[in-house]
Each structure stands twice: as structure tokens, then as C-alpha cells.
């Protein structure tokens, strides 16, 4: 009996997905660690001096180092609300003040960037209003800034350094060395909205520069996998991005190179200084 190709089964006639399993997917964590890529761009982008250097997971998702101090930051893409009362907060915090610690030559500010909601303590008693809410007051509120200390000390381990500090130091030391240092910025964009915004900044980069803005998307993709390749590098030193990376890779994006034979290029050479 004869047969023909036709006959033969098809390994793609069925393409449902397998069953998995939902607690093992790591969907979140890799959505997180695009967010944060994207998010770096969009930081590299802002950069305005050669004295401006953004380093990728070094003391923190991404460091904002000037001449005049750093910044660390953390990048989470996250639907649970925090609060003073979450072990999100906690570790941020414990790991800022050990930061702190070793950095005694320099200011480092904190910045904690993510998707949440500020949610409100049940056990807290900071005017009704959530206590990362009350910690943007207590920058220039002392009685708020004492009332957040005495919340926070006993919320964090018996061995914690940042505990034995709060239980010891001044409202005002406080308001000093922790509470004006660290920044919570809640409710930021989702990832789509924040790759809207470099977009935004390419087209107007390009603007400037004068190349056409059809070449947005080029440069975009560039960015991003000078970014990722970066991000892999072993060395904490060279996980960096300068803007004097920005504007090579830029360039790069948006030059054209015409391959011409050597003789033809001589004689075009010969007629330009011709006339």
C-alpha cells in the first residue's frame, strides 16, 4: 500500500500548553527583572553629565552615582500593598542602613520604586493616614518622626543595627540619617508605561539631534541589549552605563555604513576636490 507525506502524523496538530504548575512559574520574577531593565533605560536616558554613572545590581538594583553623593535603588514590580508593617519594608530598610553604614564617606539616599499601594497598619497610630504616607511628613515632622521611630524599632530583629539605633538616637537623628534619606515612590507605572516612556525620551533625544524619528525603534532595541549584557557582566565595576554609552550607542544605531571599493572611493575623493 502506498503512502504519501500526508499521511504521516503531524507533531504540531495539537499545541495546547502542558499542565504546569502555577506555584512554580517564575512569570512574576521574570516580569520583575524586565520591569527593572526597562526601568534602568529610562533612568540612563535621563542622564545629562559625564559626571552621572548608573551601576546595575550593585548595593542595589540600580546605584545613581554623582560627585556629590549616590543614590541606591531598589526597582519592584509588585501588586501587594506595603506598609511599615511588611518584611518588604524591613529588609529595604535594614539593608539601606547597612549600606549607610559602610558608605560613612559619602551621603546615600535611598529610593524604593515600585507598582504598590501604600496599605494602612491596623496596629500604627499615625493620624489615620498609612505610615509610608506619614514618613513624607515626618521629613520635616518630628513628633511624626518620633511616633515612626517608636512604631519601627520593635517591629525589627533583636540583633538588628537600625533597631539599636532607633531605640537610642534622637527624633532628630532620626529625621537626620534614615527618614530624609529614604524615599518611597509608590503607585509607578507598569512596565508598558514605562517602556512608553522611553520612547518618548528617544524620539525627543533624536529631535534634538536632528536624525529622523523612524529610527526610534532601532535605537530602542540597541539600548536595550547593551542594557541586558550589561546587567550579566561578572564584575560589579563594569555593570555600568555612562552617558558617554549612551551616545555611542546611539551613533551606532543611527549610522549607515555604505561598503565601496577602494578605487571608487578614490575617485570620488578626486572629483569632490575637483569641484
Known amino acids: ?42 533612568a540612563w536616558l535621563r542622564l545629562r553629565s559625564p559626571d552621572e554613572v548608573i551601576f546595575l545590581e550593585g548595593a542595589e538594583d540600580l546605584d ?37 553604614l559602610r558608605e560613612s564617606t559619602r551621603r546615600v539616599d535611598f529610593h524604593y520604586i515600585t507598582t504598590a499601594s501604600a ?8 493620624e489615620g493616614v498609612a505610615g509610608l504616607e506619614a514618613w513624607r511628613v515626618a521629613q520635616t515632622d518630628a513628633e511624626m518622626a518620633a ?3 517608636a512604631y519601627l524599632a520593635p517591629k525589627l530583629a533583636s540583633t538588628s543595627a537600625l533597631r539599636s539605633f532607633l531605640t537610642s538616637a534622637t527624633s532628630e537623628q532620626v ?18 508605561s514605562v517602556k ?17 524619528l523612524s529610527y526610534v525603534g532601532t535605537v530602542r532595541d540597541r539600548l536595550h541589549a547593551f542594557a ?19 551616545l555611542r550607542e546611539i551613533d551606532a544605531a543611527t549610522t549607515e555604513h555604505v561598503p565601496v571599493p577602494a578605487m571608487q572611493y578614490q575617485q570620488f575623493q578626486r572629483a569632490l576636490q575637483a569641484g
Open 147 to 149: 511616633r515612626i521611630q
Open 119 to 126: 496599605a494602612l497598619e491596623r496596629d500604627a497610630q499615625f
Open 196 to 212: 512608553q516612556s522611553v520612547d518618548d525620551r528617544l524620539v525627543v533625544r533624536l529631535n534634538q539631534a536632528n536624525v529622523s
Open 64 to 100: 545613581r552615582i554623582t560627585s556629590s553623593g549616590a543614590i541606591a535603588g531598589q526597582i519592584k514590580h509588585e501588586a501587594e500593598g506595603l506598609s511599615l508593617n511588611n518584611k518588604r519594608s524591613h529588609e529595604a530598610l535594614e539593608n539601606f542602613w547597612t549600606l549607610s
Open 1 to 42: 500500500m502506498s503512502s504519501s507525506l500526508n499521511d504521516l502524523p503531524d507533531p504540531f496538530s495539537s499545541t495546547s500548553a502542558l499542565a504546569g504548575d502555577p506555584a512554580r512559574q517564575a512569570v512574576a520574577s521574570i516580569r520583575g527583572i524586565v520591569y527593572q531593565i526597562w526601568w534602568s533605560i529610562d
Open 175 to 192: 529625621q537626620e540619617r534614615l527618614i530624609r534619606r529614604v524615599h518611597w515612590f509608590l503607585d509607578q507605572p507598569g512596565l508598558d
Open 228 to 246: 541586558c549584557d550589561v546587567l550579566v557582566r561578572p564584575e560589579s565595576a563594569k555593570r555600568r552605563l555612562g552617558l558617554a554609552d549612551l
